[in-house]
């Protein structure tokens, strides 16, 4: 609220926050960071001890039931690891996710879906900066998933028995060095053309915003090549 200039001070800022039920603040690094001036608000009288234990009580309530203060034999979650997170009913659950939230804008001619029955006898290029590069497809606040779980267009493709060819024609999301040669090459040769393009965290996170919706770079550049 103190860069929103919603307030003046620190001690404003908690004041306010703590008035309209806020109870969690997110300092991470911060030394002096707003809710340590509760006690001088405190003091002052703007809010109440009542009000801070009003406050404080469903933080631990919570932190109750979730078990922190259990012994870590009578806490189920401890016993979790990565053979649980990444269970394949997890997998599965996770690819169910995935493709209901897929939101098809236009599909000329009936297009898709691709039928894995005739992948084989069709040559696939799949081509951009997102196409085979685990690391751009995770957005801000992601978890880290095993890289053995991580499934590119590519690898997926190739997985189901598909002829595919690859280029990415530039090697990062802003694109600023771009192959124009490799691409047609791998193009003019495919049946079905997948273009993988967008942002990534490289381009645009919390506190990293853009001026513009145009792709990064060369990105606009390699989708009309692709067409042409």
Do not use: W
């Not at 078990?67 to 053979?83: I, K």
């Not at 939230?101 to 997102?130: E, I, M, W, Y």
């Not at 978890?143 to 002829?163: D, K």
């Not at 513009?212 to 060369?218: I, M």
């Amino acid at each position: 609220m103190l860069g929103h200039h919603y307030t003046h001070s620190f001690l404003e800022t908690a004041v306010a926050s703590v008035n309209a039920g806020c109870n969690l603040e997110l300092s991470y690094g911060m030394r002096n960071n707003v809710f340590m001036h509760i006690p001088q608000a405190l003091a002052m009288g703007n809010i109440t001890l009542q009000m801070l234990r009003d406050r404080v009580r469903p933080l631990f309530y919570t932190r109750m039931r979730l078990g922190e203060f259990d012994p870590p034999a009578m806490n189920p979650y401890s016993s979790l690891n990565l053979s649980v997170v990444q269970s394949p009913e997890h997998r599965n659950l996770s690819l169910e996710a995935a493709v209901k939230s897929f939101v098809l804008l236009k599909n000329v001619r009936g297009t898709l879906p691709l039928r894995a029955q005739d992948l084989s006898s069709q040559h696939l290029a799949v081509v951009g900066p997102f196409a085979d590069n685990p690391r751009v497809l995770f957005g801000d606040y992601a978890p880290v998933p095993e890289p053995q779980y991580i499934y590119t267009p590519r690898r997926g493709l190739e997985m189901l028995g598909a002829n595919v060819s690859f280029v990415a024609g530039c090697s990062e999301p802003r694109c600023q060095r771009y192959s124009r040669s490799e691409l047609v090459r791998v193009v003019q040769a495919a049946d079905v053309v997948l273009i993988c393009l967008g942002t990534g965290v490289d381009v645009e996170t919390e506190a990293k915003d853009r001026s513009d919706l145009s792709l990064p770079g060369h990105q606009l550049e390699l989708l009309q090549d692709a067409v042409q």
